[in-house]
């Protein structure tokens, strides 16, 4: 997820205590990123209306740790 700021995820996991919400975010998205790439496969049995469920919360994950990244950036000064 967003591999063009991996400098920045990796500072704000080195101050995790200040980031937690973020790591959470991180760690849900990956976590939907999983379960949904099993699903296309077919290793996990999901409706249409499931996966599509989980896309568009991966989706908005996705954009809420854009959003923390930005303004973890802009206040770091990276």
Same mark, same amino acid.
């Given at each position: 997820?967003?591999?063009? %700021?991996?400098?920045?995820? +990796?500072?704000?996991?080195?101050?995790? #205590?200040?980031? #937690?919400?973020?790591?959470?975010?991180?760690?849900?998205?990956?976590?939907?990123?999983?379960?949904? +790439?099993? #699903?296309?496969?077919?290793?996990?049995?999901?409706?249409?209306?499931?996966?599509?469920?989980?896309?568009?919360?991966?989706?908005?994950?996705?954009?809420?740790? %854009? #959003?923390?990244?930005?303004? %973890?950036?802009?206040?770091?000064?990276?």
């Amino acid at each position: 997820m967003l591999h063009e %700021y991996r400098d920045v995820i +990796t500072h704000m996991k080195e101050n995790s #205590a200040a980031n #937690a919400h973020f790591l959470k975010i991180f760690d849900k998205h990956n976590e939907l990123d999983d379960q949904i +790439t099993k #699903a296309e496969k077919g290793d996990v049995l999901l409706t249409d209306l499931e996966l599509e469920t989980l896309k568009k919360e991966k989706l908005m994950l996705k954009d809420e740790a %854009y #959003a923390a990244i930005l303004k %973890y950036k802009k206040e770091n000064n990276l």
